[in-house]
């Protein structure tokens, strides 16, 4: 018969109380997670931190000839993150992919914020692009975002959830 705890040596009881922390640790992210897939579509933010709703809203967008936008955003994302050494090759590649008027995936921003980033990109630091990256995020969530929420794309996203 069971003779309780205490008869167990100490070392079985430590190797419990691990497991039980992991245990209440794993079912604490898993509901946080199942709760955030229910908000998923709620707002431009938690979209793009979801791995599956950033896929959904880039299909949506590459179906729309649009993509560009959700490109830029990433780029100046994993620019902030960036090695100080990497920097500034980065910035250029994204001035040169994005923000120059003959760019190949232009992104559509005012002559003034063009201005003030050319003006930069010989020392660029991490928030060079923080500007122009809340300019294309104000215009995805305002104009792109809506759009998406109204497609087939969002709810094959919703269907997936």
């Known amino acids: 018969m069971c003779r309780g705890l205490s008869y167990l040596p100490s070392s079985c009881l430590e190797k419990a109380k ?26 431009l933010e938690t979209l793009l931190n979801s791995k599956s709703g950033l896929q959904a809203f880039r299909a949506f967008l590459r179906s729309e000839f ?46 003034e914020t063009r201005e003030a980033l050319l003006s930069v990109m010989d020392s660029p630091c991490p928030n060079t692009f923080n500007k122009a990256q809340q300019r294309i995020y104000s215009l995805m969530a305002k104009d792109s975002f809506p759009r998406f929420l109204r497609s087939h794309h969002c709810m094959e996203a919703v269907k997936a959830f």
Request: aromatic share 6%.
């Open 18 to 43: 691990e497991m039980r922390v992991k245990l209440s640790h794993l079912a604490e992210t898993h509901h946080k997670n199942k709760t955030q897939d229910g908000r998923i579509l709620q707002d």
């Open 66 to 111: 649009s993509e560009e936008n959700l490109q830029f955003w990433l780029a100046c994302e994993d620019y902030r993150v960036s090695p100080s050494n990497l920097q500034k090759n980065k910035a250029c590649s994204i001035y040169s992919q994005f923000i120059n008027p003959d760019a190949p995936l232009e992104v559509n921003l005012d002559a």
